[in-house]
């Protein structure tokens, strides 16, 4: 029933990781009240911003 997707950036530069966490924290930041909460899960943010 679930589906993942992913982007697989093949470079542990840790600036790199650090503007790509930054991007993603614009992208969804966290507190926001998203649809998923509606299941009672309170992770939306980390759904769609997991790496």
């Not at 790509?20 to 992770?43: Q, V």
């Amino acid at each position: 029933m679930h589906i993942t997707a992913s982007v697989y950036v093949n470079d542990a530069e840790d600036g790199l990781i650090q503007d790509i966490d930054e991007w993603l924290e614009g992208l969804a930041p966290c507190g926001k009240d998203y649809r998923h909460h509606r299941t009672g899960e309170d992770n939306g943010d980390a759904h769609l911003k997991s790496r």
